[in-house]
C-alpha cells in the first residue's frame, strides 16, 4: 500500500519569504509523487510530478521539491511567497505514474501574510 | 493545454432524488476517468475509476449502485447520484487521464458542490 503524510495542516508565512511544505512517503515500490494545488471550490492544478529522473523537479508558479528517497520525503519549496500562493497543496503518490490511481495526502492550507 | 469540464458546477436537490455529473475532456480523448469525493477540509478520496466501455471500478466501500458511473464515449463520464441523501452533500471532482504527446497526466476538473437537503 502506499501512502504520504503531509506535515502541517496550515502554514502561514509572510508575503517574500520561504515556502517550505513538507510532504512524506511510504511505498513498496518506487513512488511517483506529485504535488498538486486547489484554490477555493475548484479542481486540483498540477504543481509537479516526480517519475525517477531527476530528483529535483521544478514546477510551475516557481515551486520546486526534491525527492530524497534516504528521507523518504518530497518537500514542496518556493524561495518567496506571493499573496497568490495562498490556497490548498495536497501532496500525492502513484505506482505507475500519474495517469493512474492517486492516493493524496491531507493537504496543507497555506496563508500568506502582508 | 488539457481542459477537464464538469457540469453543472453546482447542484441542489431534495433528498430521495437522484443527480447527474458530467465530466468531459475538452480537447484530448480519455479512455480512463476517475471520479473523486472531498469533504469540507479534507483530502480527496478515489471512488471510482471510469474506463470508455466497460464498467468502472469502484474503491472498497463506495457502494456502486448509489453511484452510478457511465463513460459512453472517449470525452465524457457521467456520475449519477441515486436517492440521494444530506451524507451525500459533498465536492465531487472528476479526472481524465491523457496519454497525448508521450505524457501520462490526470488533468482535473473543477468539481461538482453537491447539496442534498
Known amino acids: 500500500a502506499q501512502s504520504v503524510t503531509q506535515l502541517g495542516s496550515h502554514v502561514s508565512v509572510s508575503e517574500g519569504a520561504l515556502v517550505l511544505l513538507r510532504c512524506n512517503y511510504s511505498?513498496?515500490?518506487?513512488?511517483?509523487l506529485f504535488w498538486y494545488v486547489q484554490y477555493p471550490n475548484q479542481g486540483l492544478q498540477l504543481l509537479l510530478k516526480?517519475?525517477?529522473?531527476?530528483?529535483l523537479v521544478k514546477g510551475i508558479n516557481g515551486f520546486e521539491a526534491e525527492f530524497k528517497k534516504s528521507e523518504t520525503s518530497f518537500h514542496l519549496t518556493k524561495p518567496s511567497a506571493h499573496m497568490s500562493d495562498a490556497a490548498e497543496y495536497f501532496c500525492?503518490?502513484?505506482?505507475?505514474?500519474?495517469?493512474?490511481?492517486?492516493?493524496f495526502g491531507t493537504g496543507t492550507q497555506l496563508k500568506v501574510e502582508l | 493545454g488539457a481542459v477537464v469540464s464538469q457540469h453543472p458546477s453546482w447542484v441542489i436537490c431534495k433528498s430521495g432524488t437522484s443527480v447527474k455529473i458530467e465530466c468531459r475532456s475538452l480537447?484530448?480523448?480519455?479512455?480512463?476517468m476517475f471520479w473523486y469525493r472531498q469533504f469540507p477540509k479534507q483530502s480527496l478520496m478515489l471512488m471510482a475509476t471510469?474506463?470508455?466501455?466497460?464498467?468502472?471500478?469502484?474503491e472498497q466501500g463506495v457502494e456502486k449502485d448509489k453511484f452510478l458511473i457511465n463513460h459512453a464515449s472517449l470525452t465524457l463520464s457521467t456520475l449519477t447520484v441515486t436517492s440521494a441523501h444530506p451524507e451525500d452533500s459533498s465536492f465531487y471532482i472528476c479526472?481524465?487521464?491523457?496519454?497525448?504527446?508521450?505524457?501520462?497526466?490526470?488533468?482535473f476538473g473543477p468539481g461538482t458542490r453537491l447539496t442534498v437537503l
Open positions: 479526472s481524465a487521464r491523457s496519454l497525448d504527446r508521450g505524457e501520462d497526466t490526470q488533468y
Open positions: 511505498s513498496s515500490v518506487p513512488p511517483y
Open positions: 516526480y517519475t525517477s529522473a531527476a530528483t
Open positions: 500525492a503518490v502513484s505506482r505507475t505514474g500519474g495517469g493512474n490511481k492517486l492516493t
Open positions: 480537447d484530448f480523448q480519455a479512455t480512463t
Open positions: 471510469s474506463n470508455e466501455g466497460s464498467k468502472a471500478t469502484y
